[in-house]
């Protein structure tokens, strides 16, 4: 990259956090229904109601997380992070930012930091979690996202992020134990108690 191209860059980027905190900034002025989640993807706001089973395979991978890690680790649910592309503010269901992770002179944290996303299908927001999320999180080179599916009984694991893209995933049904041991969380989750839609 050039110098020019390099200032390019940032200034987008600096233009899309604008907007996103605009955009941000009015949604938590509207009156959202409890227990719904807001994000925007690719300039388009989504609310999602989370489900109890949609919960119940949250609580699950992030004890998980607690367990290896210890109750001091850095793992968020829907909590913003700005991902690369266009106006993209996910709130990933679960986020494992690395221990260094520090919040940017805006108070937001950073993509760069992220090391581990998992999301758990919801029906009206599946196209975003296999689609332009999954895209997002291989040009921010997340080393490790795991999407699983209630309706479909599966997880699906995408490891080493190349050129915007993951390779093709590991389809685990629930029941089996996620072998993710040689990854950034190094652990075996169980999927036998997660529940299906």
């Known amino acids: 990259m050039t110098v020019l191209e390099d200032r390019i860059e940032m200034a987008d980027a600096d233009a899309n956090t604008e907007r996103l905190d605009k955009w ?3 949604l ?3 009156p959202v229904p409890e227990g719904y989640r807001v994000e925007i993807v690719g300039g388009n706001v989504h609310m999602t109601p989370q ?5 119940e395979i949250i609580r699950r991978i992030v004890r998980a997380l607690e367990d290896r890690f210890g109750m001091d680790v850095k793992v968020f649910s829907d909590v913003r992070i700005d991902f690369p592309g266009f106006e993209n503010g996910f709130c990933p269901d679960i986020a ?8 940017d002179d805006k108070g ?7 090391e581990f996303v998992a999301e758990v299908i919801s029906k009206g927001t599946a196209a975003n979690d296999y689609g332009p999320k999954m895209t997002a ?3 921010a080179e997340v080393p490790l996202y795991v999407v699983a599916d ?4 599966r997880c699906h694991i995408y490891t080493d992020p190349k050129d915007g893209d993951y390779a093709e995933p590991t389809r685990v049904d629930f029941g089996t134990d996620l072998d993710l041991t040689g990854t950034v969380v190094d652990l075996v989750l169980k ?6 839609d």
């Not at 489900?51 to 919960?55: F, L």
């Not at 937001?108 to 992220?114: A, E, F, G, I, L």
């Not at 209630?150 to 009984?153: E, K, L, V």
């Open 51 to 55: 489900r109890d089973t949609h919960w």
């Open 96 to 103: 494992l930012l690395r221990d260094s992770a520090k919040k």
């Open 24 to 26: 941000f900034e009015l």
């Open 150 to 153: 209630p309706y479909q009984g």
């Open 191 to 196: 999927t036998d108690e997660f529940p299906r």
């Open 28 to 30: 938590e002025r509207m």
């Open 137 to 139: 999180y291989a040009e």
């Open 108 to 114: 937001h944290w950073r993509y760069q930091d992220v």
